[in-house]
């Protein structure tokens, strides 16, 4: 018979898993889209939709995640969506011209089932543990990105410019996770408010809508820069793999900030002190991306995906901190991803229309860097220490 201290680890290493295939399938794209621009016949428009594909689909699918949840119960809907990864990159891999946007709809779709679940599940199951637990998740998501992003070029390559290959390889790592959480799926946590109360509650909340729209400017700035990023260095006269391998340090960055803000911000019921730094880190990072020399790129990934890593882990923490209860996070987290990732969805197609129009990079990320400049507004308010109240029953 497991111990408790087993059964806690068991749960940590099969959450860090969930969390490893959160991105890959996302981030192992963008250093790539030349290539599969040439191999599959996409243009430039087709790039920026497919960019944007998997935020609309976390937007889109995040509102059914509470009601699957109560009738599944939390740790089998996370199993399911994690069968739901391995079909979608299967299916885009299969037959990449016809079946590239429909499977990464089924792959990001299935993401924001498991974005929504794991942060009420933690709450729910060890909230002594919330730091460090979101630490670890934040973890080894940024991992999961880092190596995508670093690899995506020479699996391409590799493979002989498969783009089934390059494509479908990371279900590998999705099928491993669903291992892992296999002893979780005899637990049946369930959701246990009113099935439209603390929705309609929330939706009235100013703290709410706070955290919710940090989470969508957030998600917006990330996967902007996420999408165009690699584009944007081979512009400037950086090769395949050395723009895959700068944009991976965004989530060496990423993993430094996701262990350590956690564990500051849990330390304190006021996050407010954390805001700034984040906010100007992102800031910095950002010009430099743009106007350092190409041999300071690596620092400037590292310094923009410290701050990327900061504001995620915020609006994920205060997710669970702003909600008094389990259930109440878990709404807060559905609405907080369903509004902000629709927000976010705009993200890389206003950044390439702008690019387009203007012929140049530099108003295309000034756009992201006037979003975070609202961002900052909007964490100062989520990062008071203060919780949105629960539903009269």
Not at 76 to 93: D, H, N, Q
Not at 235 to 244: L, M, N, P
Request: charged residues 10%.
């Amino acid at each position: 018979m497991l111990t408790a201290r087993h059964a806690r680890r068991i749960f940590f290493v099969g959450t860090a898993m969930l969390a490893l295939n959160l991105r890959l399938g996302i981030t192992s794209l963008p250093p790539i889209f030349p290539e599969l621009r040439s191999s599959l016949g996409l243009s430039s428009t087709t790039e920026g939709l497919l960019a944007a594909t998997p935020v609309v689909a976390f937007g889109v699918f995040s509102g059914i995640a509470a009601p699957l949840s109560r009738t599944l119960g939390e740790e089998r809907v996370l199993g399911v969506a994690l069968g739901g990864v391995i079909g979608g990159l299967l299916l885009r891999s299969i037959a990449p011209h016809r079946l590239l946007f429909p499977g990464t709809v089924v792959m990001a779709g299935s993401i924001a089932l498991m974005n929504v679940l794991l942060a009420s599940l933690i709450k729910r199951r060890y909230p002594e543990r919330a730091g460090l637990l979101l630490g670890a998740y934040l973890v080894a998501l940024s991992g999961g990105s880092m190596v995508a992003t670093a690899v995506a070029v020479p699996i391409f390559n590799g493979s002989g410019g498969s783009a089934r290959i390059a494509l479908g390889v990371w279900s590998l790592p999705a099928a491993a996770a669903l291992l892992t959480w296999a002893p979780q799926l005899r637990f049946k946590t369930q959701e246990r408010f009113d099935r439209g109360g603390a929705r309609r509650s929330l939706l009235r909340q100013p703290l709410a809508w706070q955290v919710t729209s940090f989470m969508g400017l957030q998600s917006l700035c990330y996967y902007a820069v996420l999408s165009w990023l690699p584009t944007m260095l081979r512009t400037r006269g950086d090769s395949a793999s050395s723009a895959g391998l700068v944009v991976s340090l965004l989530s060496v960055g990423s993993v430094a900030a996701a262990f350590v803000v956690p564990n500051l911000a849990h330390a304190r019921h006021d996050q407010r002190f954390l805001v700034a730094p984040t906010m100007l880190t992102c800031i910095l990072g950002t010009l430099g991306m743009l106007y350092a020399p190409l041999g300071l790129q690596a620092v400037c990934a590292l310094v923009l995906g410290a701050g990327q890593g900061a504001c995620l882990a915020l609006a994920l923490y205060f997710v669970i901190v702003r909600a008094p209860a389990p259930d109440v996070a878990a709404s807060l987290s559905a609405m907080a991803q369903g509004f902000g990732y629709t927000v976010a969805a705009t993200g890389p197609v206003v950044v390439e229309l702008i690019h387009s129009a203007a012929g140049s990079w530099s108003p295309a990320f000034g756009f992201v860097i006037a979003l975070t400049l609202v961002e900052w507004v909007v964490a100062d308010r989520a990062a008071r220490p203060a919780l949105v109240s629960s539903p009269v029953a």
